[in-house]
């Protein structure tokens, strides 16, 4: 095998899990020098599996759809090899519970009714409210911990997740509100949606109909 299909699995689901990022970030989310990283998205450039974009001070690197689909095909067959107990599926099902009250929890922490306006943004004036939230976020956390490490005893790359949550929640306890929901920062919201796609990358499940639990 040679080093660049060992890579290319790396390279690309990063750039699926980033959805657009630059070559420096997407070779630090792939484990691999920025080096590495550059000579395997230039080459899958060429394969028409990713694409570059430059536009005034925005540089950075998308899938196409056919790089979807191959990064899907390199998914099917590590999980073919390294889950035969279907583990990153019973996971999954457990996930999703739990996925849903993290949404309705960072909608808590964004807005807050007030009077007839039921989509009044939350200005976090109020202390008990967001400390609500954050007990929840931190529930969240507690309870991601294991459902992860089953998934890293699987495939090493899910490792990591539950320590990125734990510093955005860190941050916003201590006053840094854009980190539970923002996407320009490696928020709660942010890291909990890599893991997401993370799931429904390996397991090869269409948006769609992903509440349908995967064979």
């Known amino acids: 095998m040679t080093d660049q299909s060992l890579l290319e699995l790396p390279v690309l689901h990063a750039v699926r899990l980033l959805g657009f990022a630059n070559s420096r970030a997407v070779a630090e989310r792939a484990g691999t020098n920025h080096d590495e990283a550059l000579r395997v998205l230039r080459e899958s450039e060429r394969a028409g599996w990713v694409q570059h974009v430059v536009f005034a001070d925005i540089d950075g690197w998308s899938l196409t759809d056919s790089g979807k689909a191959r990064n899907e095909q390199l998914l099917a067959v590590e999980r073919a090899n390294a889950d035969p107990e279907d583990v990153i599926a019973a996971v999954y099902r457990e996930f999703l519970p739990f996925n849903a009250r993290l949404l309705r929890a960072v909608t808590d922490w964004q807005i807050k009714p007030a009077g007839t306006d039921r989509f009044a943004p939350n200005d976090h004036s109020d202390r008990a409210w967001d400390e609500r ?16 490490k089953r998934l890293s005893d699987v495939l090493a790359r899910f490792d990591g997740y539950p320590d990125r949550y ?7 306890r201590s006053g840094q509100h854009n980190w539970i929901g923002k996407t320009d920062v490696d928020s ?5 949606f890599q893991l997401h796609e993370d799931l429904v990358a390996t397991l090869g499940i269409d948006r769609l109909t992903e509440n349908q639990a995967p064979k």
Do not use: M, Q, Y
């Open 133 to 148: 939230v954050l007990d929840e976020l931190e529930a969240l956390g507690a309870e991601l911990a294991p459902l992860t």
């Open 166 to 172: 734990r510093s955005a929640l860190c941050k916003a």
């Open 188 to 192: 709660c919201h942010r890291v909990w």
